[in-house]
């Protein structure tokens, strides 16, 4: 965690940002480490490391020509070196001072260090434990701004976990506890209907996915109402909880597509550490998270290839293909948000193959009915949390795709333009203005990316939590 206290340039670990070399001199760094202080620097390397035996000295070069929110990237991205050389040498804290014009440095710094810093080994019989947690700052930064920050990086690593977490360790039923307790941790309330509830409700399109498992679906409400909230009505976020994808009858194929599909619920994930970090910063935002879920497989009653389903808002839906399950869980979910006439919904889904592909990693696919000013204001936020989105067309030609000769509606549309096509289907369940994030890319990844460690990355936490304080 971030930490303000003293801090003893001469003897802690210590990060110093600075914009120019030249300030070093100030440092009292002796002849021969200022003189490989310069000899570095003509070598262009923007993070110069001073091994001084019992410590470590990191000075930062920031550069303050470019963007804004790329450098505070180039900050976060920083870190994550600094961060594995302490962890190397086993020390368990570091200080962060900042020669530089912008408080948001050492914030963004700490921020990738302490992202860098997280690891899923609970199930590993060696656990070889990462020593550094604690960053120490000593400036005007307000003790409110780093509990904040300190929040966001704790819904963060709540998100990564839920996603790590194998199949075999969280169902729906798991998953929706662990919200619970997210929610008693932060001071949000929850709500959870279990199938029997789900039943009543009638809501189809979750039920006929959840059809072929063995453990019953879930449905959680979270919520956190201000007093004097500054949305009437409120925001709503939606995940997608499938905690594991087979595929059901339309079965992937394995090895390859199946091995990483614990991370089908990652959306969900996102909207509980959004909700988490939103009411621990006790933002003055209204906000609803729904999370339907179960596991997509194919036992023995599953839902099969030409199979009508009533969905929930009594929409049928000709379903083609049971491995485009998500939008069925999802579409059941966005007709209910109905109830709360939400100013905005935000859904996160591991939705589609087709965004992964068409933009890999790198970002979000976006799409929707909001204006565009609002989309704006998240694609904002998506620049400064680097949680970048890639807004897709929403024309209404696609629609056209999932005309079914049988019922309302096909679950799949055509060969080409997947990732639409199923952001196509989910807007028919929408009445109010609507944002759809496909977030199948950037989800969870094979190898680390600086800060975003290997597997899960948490990604909308820090988006979301940016866009609903920013509003
Ligand atoms: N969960 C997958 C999408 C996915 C793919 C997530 C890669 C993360 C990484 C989703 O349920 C799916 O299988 N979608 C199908 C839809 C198709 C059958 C219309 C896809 O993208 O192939
Ligand atoms: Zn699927
Ligand atoms: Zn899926």
Redesign the pocket.
């Given at each position: 965690m971030i930490k303000k206290s003293t801090i003893n340039i001469n003897k802690d670990n210590l990060v110093i940002l600075t914009t120019s070399i030249e300030k070093m001199k100030e440092y009292g760094f002796k002849k021969e480490q200022h003189s490989f202080i310069l000899s570095e620097s003509k070598l262009d390397k923007k993070t110069i490391q001073l091994n001084c035996l019992n410590r470590y000295v990191f000075i930062v070069l920031v550069d303050n020509k470019i963007e804004d929110y790329k450098r505070k990237e180039q900050l976060r991205r920083a870190a994550c070196n600094v961060n594995s050389t302490l962890n190397s040498h086993h020390f368990k804290s570091v200080s962060v001072i900042a020669e530089t014009l912008h408080d948001e440095d050492l914030l963004a710094f700490s921020e990738g260090l302490l992202l860098s810093n997280y690891q899923f080994i609970n199930y590993k019989s060696k656990q070889e434990k990462n020593s550094l947690s604690t960053v120490i700052i000593d400036n005007n930064i307000s003790k409110s701004k780093i509990d904040e920050l300190n929040g966001i990086i704790e819904a963060v690593y709540e998100s990564r976990n839920l996603v790590n977490e194998p199949a075999n360790k969280l169902n729906a039923v798991d998953l929706a506890n662990h919200f619970k307790k997210m929610a008693n941790k932060a001071g949000f309330s929850i709500q959870i209907f279990n199938k029997q509830k789900i039943t009543e409700l009638k809501m189809g399109g979750l039920l006929a996915v959840n059809k072929g498992s063995v453990d019953p679906p879930t449905f959680s409400i979270m919520e956190y109402k201000p007093k004097n909230p500054k949305n009437k009505k409120p925001y709503v976020i939606v995940g997608k909880g499938?905690t594991y994808?087979t595929?059901g009858l339309?079965l992937?194929p394995t090895p390859g597509?199946m091995d990483?599909?614990k991370?089908?619920m990652a959306g969900s994930a996102a909207v509980a550490g959004a909700i988490y970090a939103v009411a621990k910063a006790k933002l003055n935002v209204h906000l609803i998270a729904l999370v339907p879920a179960t596991d997509?497989r194919p036992g023995f009653n599953a839902f099969a290839p030409g199979d009508i389903i009533t969905m929930y808002d009594g929409t049928t839906i000709e379903m083609l293909?049971s491995?485009?399950?998500?939008r069925m869980i999802l579409g059941d979910a966005l007709a209910y948000a109905k109830k709360f006439k939400p100013e905005l919904l935000i859904d996160l889904a591991?939705?589609?193959?087709?965004a992964?592909n068409a933009i890999g990693p790198q970002g979000i696919v976006s799409m929707g009915t909001a204006d565009e000013p609002i989309h704006q204001k998240l694609k904002d936020s998506g620049k400064s949390t680097y949680e970048r989105l890639a807004e897709f067309p929403f024309w209404d030609e696609y629609d056209e795709l999932l005309k079914s000769d049988i019922a309302d509606m096909k679950n799949?549309?055509g060969p080409v333009a997947?990732a639409i096509t199923?952001g196509k289907f989910l807007a028919k369940f929408t009445d109010y203005p609507y944002i759809h994030l496909d977030i199948?890319?950037p989800?969870?990844i094979t190898s680390a990316n600086y800060y975003q460690t290997k597997g899960a990355t948490g990604v909308g936490v820090r988006l979301l939590f940016d866009f609903f304080k920013n509003l």
């Open positions: 499938i994808d595929g339309s992937k597509s990483l599909m991370c089908d997509n293909n491995d485009a399950e998500g591991t939705l589609t193959g087709a992964a799949i549309g997947g199923a199948a890319g989800a969870f």
